[in-house]
């Protein structure tokens, strides 16, 4: 069944970029609608704080996650049907909207992505909104500084979506974000230990050899650090090395709630420059550097055969003795 393939799809879509400075904290509000018979849930929405899942909506019903304070005051009742009808009314609107553009008649998956910032400075930061369907982005609003940025990105006329977008703006300003900021705020005092700790990055740096090639991988590993914001950097004798000569750099989940990012280049076998990693995050004083020498697979090769030369001169002088017990021989 695609259902799934969709879904995933759009969580790559809707997710914001991970290169945001990480000032502050934000409160993400991810719903999903399916259009047609499935054992899904026709509508349902999580909630996180941060990257920390704490609540679930479905049938009606809303779920606290890792509740281990008393959030009895967090989350109001009526905010909650208030929002779940409002997005599932719109969900279906939208629904009938793009239908009438493509003729479509198959199994729909839409999703709509809210998020709301709050600042160090307790202020309050951008307030987003990200829609998508089949797969792809058709739209997205941001409000920020009493501004409003809409992109859409779907064939849709304005006329068509101005009187919903009209609708919505007032609603941005007078109930949604003034909720989701109060929430955020609340939420933040029963979890700020979870959200404001810090976990360093353990760095791996190492290199490969890659058979294709004849030459090496040079692979920079961070793990086991929170939050999620890094800035890991590959440097070639001191310098930055370009963007579009590595791969990877995708920020990953660990089990245990940390995260770990990955940076890797390809070099030849006569490559003599120096490689460093650098790894800064708001764990760290200072940036972690970690190098890596030119043919340093080369040289942990040299060390064993060192040690074997050792070993058989140690076995040569041991068994002259037993030879020659006579230690005046």
């Known amino acids: 069944m695609h259902i799934w393939r969709d879904i995933l799809v759009l969580l790559v879509v809707l997710l914001p970029p991970t290169s945001s400075n990480g000032s502050g904290h934000s409160l993400w509000l991810l719903s999903t609608y399916i259009r047609g018979e499935t054992q899904f849930p026709e509508f349902s929405y999580t909630t996180a704080l941060d990257d920390i899942t704490v609540g679930y909506y479905n049938s009606g019903t809303y779920f606290p996650r890792g509740n281990t304070t008393n959030e009895d005051d967090v989350v109001n009742s009526d905010n909650i049907k208030g929002i779940?009808?409002?997005?599932?009314?719109?969900?279906?609107?939208?629904?009938?909207?793009?239908?009438?553009?493509?003729?479509?008649?198959?199994?729909?998956v839409y999703q709509t992505l809210v998020v709301c910032e709050l600042l160090d400075t307790n202020n309050t930061g951008k307030m987003i909104t990200k829609d998508a369907a089949r797969g792809v982005t058709t739209d997205e609003l941001c409000y920020f500084n009493n501004t409003f940025n809409y992109k859409v990105i779907l064939n849709i006329t304005q006329d068509k979506l101005k009187p919903q977008l009209e609708e919505f703006k007032q609603k941005y300003v007078n109930y949604f974000q003034p909720v989701c900021i109060n929430t955020l705020k609340k939420y933040l005092e029963k979890r700020q230990n979870?959200?404001?700790?810090?976990?360093?990055?353990i760095i791996n740096f190492f290199q490969k050899a890659n058979s294709d090639s004849g030459g090496f991988c040079v692979s920079c590993l961070a793990t086991g650090f929170y939050p999620r914001h890094i800035n890991l950097t590959l440097l070639r004798d001191g310098q930055p090395v370009s963007d579009h000569e590595i791969t990877g750099g995708d920020l990953l989940p660990n089990g245990d709630g940390t995260y770990?990012?990955?940076?890797?280049?390809?070099?030849?076998?006569?490559?003599?420059?120096?490689?460093?990693?650098?790894?800064?995050h708001i764990s760290l004083d200072n940036?972690?550097?970690?190098?890596l020498e030119g043919y340093r697979l080369?040289?942990?090769?040299?060390?064993?055969?060192?040690v074997l030369i050792l070993i058989c001169v140690m076995l040569a002088v041991a068994k002259r003795i037993r030879k020659n017990p006579d230690p005046e021989v």
């Open 260 to 280: 770990q990012m990955r940076k890797s280049l390809e070099i030849s076998a006569a490559d003599k420059h120096t490689y460093t990693c650098s790894a800064a």
């Open 194 to 201: 979870e959200v404001n700790r810090k976990e360093a990055p």
């Open 287 to 291: 940036k972690l550097i970690v190098k």
């Open 84 to 108: 779940s009808d409002y997005m599932k009314e719109s969900f279906l609107r939208r629904s009938k909207l793009l239908r009438q553009q493509s003729q479509y008649d198959g199994l729909d």
């Open 298 to 306: 080369h040289r942990e090769v040299a060390v064993p055969v060192a």
